[in-house]
């Protein structure tokens, strides 16, 4: 079974509009964590929001928020305010267990190309 | 602070040639990663190291990657003999100790074995 689902392999959204891209996963420890990378055409990976297992409250980082269903082992990133810059690769990512030097391993989903349109 | 630094950039070599990547993690960081993108996919853990002892590499081709990391700071990935399928993004990542343990990223060498 797959760790880390992302359904959607391309979206188009309308410049200042919110966009939600999906990420399931599947894991049985209940200690993870959960994060998400955005991948421009220029390849590098930049971080964008971490989630973790115990964390009460959803997270929010500026323009970006992670909407965390825990009972549906769904974190969907949500990008409030479009903007053109925003057009990207976008991966979901997860970490089993809890970091303690040896298991800080990312597994990564197949990602969702997310294209603004002015 | 500067970021991950990898060298080259990008490189052409031909199936059966060697080839090697440099990376040069975040100032402190004790932990440094190599991944391997293969176009339309995620990126895949190759190795990974903690200050300069491997503590993952279940996914390294071992029969022809090696990689080193020598004095605990910078790292090499080394492909010999290349084969086709070795063309993708190698990514260098490394993270310091703390809750979330976030890894970053540097830019990647984009590989092609013709």
């Known amino acids: 079974a797959q760790k880390i689902t992302q359904t959607q392999p391309g979206m188009f959204v309308q410049e200042k509009e919110a966009v939600t891209l999906d990420c399931t996963y599947d894991?049985?420890?209940?200690?993870?964590?959960l994060f998400w990378y955005k991948q421009p055409s220029s390849g590098e990976m930049i971080f964008l929001i971490y989630q973790g297992s115990y964390d009460q409250q959803n997270a929010t980082e500026g323009r970006y928020s992670l909407n965390f269903q825990k009972a549906r082992k769904s974190a969907n990133l949500v990008i409030s305010a479009s903007q053109l810059g925003d057009s990207a690769m976008y991966f979901c990512?997860?970490?089993?267990?809890?970091?303690?030097?040896?298991?800080?391993?990312?597994?990564f989903g197949t990602g969702t190309r997310l294209t603004i349109i002015p | 602070e500067a970021g991950v630094a990898q060298s080259p950039r990008y490189k052409i070599i031909e199936k059966r040639q060697s080839v090697a990547f440099w990376c040069n993690p975040i100032?402190?960081?004790?932990?440094l990663y190599w991944y391997q993108q293969i176009l339309g996919q995620g990126p895949k853990l190759l190795i990974q190291f903690q200050n300069n002892g491997v503590v993952d590499d279940s996914q390294l081709p071992k029969d022809r990657f090696s990689a080193e990391r020598l004095k605990g700071v910078d790292s090499t990935l080394k492909i010999q003999p290349a084969k086709l399928e070795d063309s993708a993004v190698y990514l260098c990542a490394s993270s310091s100790r703390g809750a979330r343990e976030t890894q970053y990223f540097g830019p990647g060498t984009r590989l092609l074995v013709l």
């Open positions: 990512a997860m970490r089993e267990g809890r970091s303690n030097f040896g298991n800080e391993k990312l597994t």
């Open positions: 100032s402190g960081h004790a932990t």
């Open positions: 894991t049985s420890d209940p200690s993870y964590g």
